[in-house]
């Protein structure tokens, strides 16, 4: 059961805005809009940032936005913040009835 | 607040088991699934199963099918996670997470299982 893929790293400066995106296929992506983003600093639980494709958690800053289209989605931080600098793993249930993460995208802010 | 707390990680031989358990409060357990998800040193997470808020239904990720067992005690708050017949490849942080909103909403600080001789 292969993982949703992602990009290993991006990179932005502060203010600068950036896209981690996360391809999967018509059995997940695709099929469902029950994408799911998570950040995670080092040593650190995962933290649920957006829901539902494009839903923000209660206390998650709108500098955080989700899309989809088709098999890929993409998770947008705009006006980068040093704070923003973590991995960022995406989710998205599947048709069998699991679910599946991607393989984690490190952000670096410059 | 929510607050979920996993124990029983240590180190544990190859072929061994362990039995992990994860103590919530803050929210009413019974109502929501559960999922168990890890992650290995230096590696990406990986969803392995979760189970429905009274225990009927639960799933399974290919590769712990058969080896690891879901279960849960709605009465004391508890999710457990039995593992059989441990390999190297099992070592990991051992994360329970609440299922809500389609996503894995709280998340536990994790327990470490380290599989070696």
């Known amino acids: 059961q292969s993982a949703l893929t992602q990009p290993a790293s991006v990179s932005g400066s502060p203010g600068q805005s950036i896209t981690i995106s996360c391809t999967g296929t018509t059995s997940d992506i695709g099929a469902y809009n029950y994408v799911s983003w998570h950040q995670q600093y080092p040593g650190k639980a995962p933290k649920l940032i957006i829901y539902?494709?494009?839903n923000r958690p209660s206390g998650i800053s709108d500098r955080f936005s989700g899309s989809k289209s088709g098999n890929t989605a993409s998770l947008t931080i705009s006006g980068l913040q040093a704070e923003d600098e973590a991995d960022y793993y995406c989710?998205?249930?599947?048709?069998?009835?699991?679910?599946?993460f991607g393989g984690g995208t490190k952000l670096t802010v410059l | 607040e929510v607050q979920l707390v996993e124990s029983g990680g240590g180190l544990v031989q190859p072929g061994g088991s362990v039995r992990l358990s994860c103590v919530v409060s803050?929210?009413?357990?019974?109502?929501?699934?559960m999922s168990w998800v890890r992650q290995a040193p230096g590696k990406g997470l990986e969803w392995l199963t979760n189970i429905e808020g009274d225990g009927s239904r639960i799933s399974y990720v290919d590769s712990v099918k058969g080896r690891f067992t879901i279960s849960r005690d709605n009465a004391k708050n508890s999710l457990y996670l039995q593992m059989n017949y441990l390999k190297s490849e099992d070592t990991a942080v051992y994360y329970c997470?609440?299922?809500?909103?389609?996503?894995?909403?709280?998340w536990g600080q994790g327990t470490l299982v380290t599989v070696s001789s």
């Open positions: 803050g929210f009413t357990f019974s109502n929501y699934w």
């Open positions: 997470a609440r299922d809500n909103i389609w996503a894995r909403d709280f």
């Open positions: 539902e494709v494009a």
């Open positions: 989710s998205s249930f599947r048709s069998n009835g699991n679910w599946v």
